[in-house]
């Protein structure tokens, strides 16, 4: 059964930090590209973080450069993003999304974690 679960979310303070890790179970996760997405209530789902299959590549949103770090240990199969110098614009849902680079895999979503920056 595929899975990616999301976790380490929560309640934090403005300046403060969160470290979320994305799990992958039943899929072969090391030939898969992954990133973070992010959705405010009543905003579009955006692209926060990329990270190529190896770890050795990484994009981030311009919004979050500077602050947030994205990882991954293909051994453990689990995917993190380090958050830092949390801002309430950051409260959202964050996803984890596994994408496909080889023919007939798949794409996999995660249900999400939600993160909430408030005094």
């Known amino acids: 059964q595929v899975q990616l679960v999301e976790s380490g979310g929560g309640l934090v303070q403005p300046g403060g930090s969160l470290r979320l890790s994305c799990t992958a179970s039943?899929?072969?996760?090391?030939?898969?590209?992954m990133r973070w997405y992010r959705q405010a209530e009543g905003k579009e789902r955006e692209l926060v973080a990329r990270?190529?299959?190896?770890?050795?590549?990484?994009n981030y949103a311009d919004s979050v450069k500077g602050r947030f770090t994205i990882s991954r240990d293909n051994a453990k199969n689990t995917m993190y993003l380090q958050m830092n110098s949390l801002k309430p614009d950051d409260t959202a849902v964050y996803y984890c999304?596994?994408?496909?680079?080889?023919?007939?895999?798949?794409?996999?979503w995660g249900l999400g974690t939600q993160v909430s920056v408030s005094s």
């Open positions: 990270i190529s299959t190896g770890g050795f590549s990484t």
């Open positions: 999304n596994a994408v496909p680079l080889h023919s007939g895999d798949i794409e996999y």
């Open positions: 039943g899929f072969t996760f090391g030939r898969y590209d």
